[in-house]
């Protein structure tokens, strides 16, 4: 085995066997941290950022956000819809 090109975030590991890549996988199990890539007797693990946790983060806390908002101004517009409805059948009912 040959560690190369090492990065913050990932690990280029050379001349893995097949074999040892499984034994990897199974001793991580499936709830890891970190993504695997092998290719022809090349493993690499990625291990995300904590910039790219946040990241992803706050897009989902803001995209989270803005469906509340449009849900919330198509309730009050609903609302006003149905007022002013209520309002000219009773203007209506007064003819």
């Given amino acids: 085995m040959t560690v190369a090109k090492n990065r913050a ?3 280029m590991l050379y001349d893995i ?4 890549f499984e034994n990897l996988l199974k001793d991580l199990g499936e709830h890891r941290a970190a993504r695997l890539a092998y ?11 904590p910039e790219n946790i946040i990241k992803k983060s706050l897009a989902l806390r803001f995209k989270t956000s803005l469906k509340s908002w449009l849900l919330q101004i198509k309730i009050l517009t609903l609302f006003r819809f149905l007022i ?8 209506k009912s007064f003819d």
């Fill in 39 to 49: 290719d022809r007797t090349t493993l690499e693990i990625i291990i995300p950022l």
């Fill in 17 to 20: 066997s097949w074999q040892q």
């Fill in 9 to 11: 975030d990932r690990v």
């Fill in 84 to 91: 002013l409805t209520y309002s000219i059948q009773n203007l």
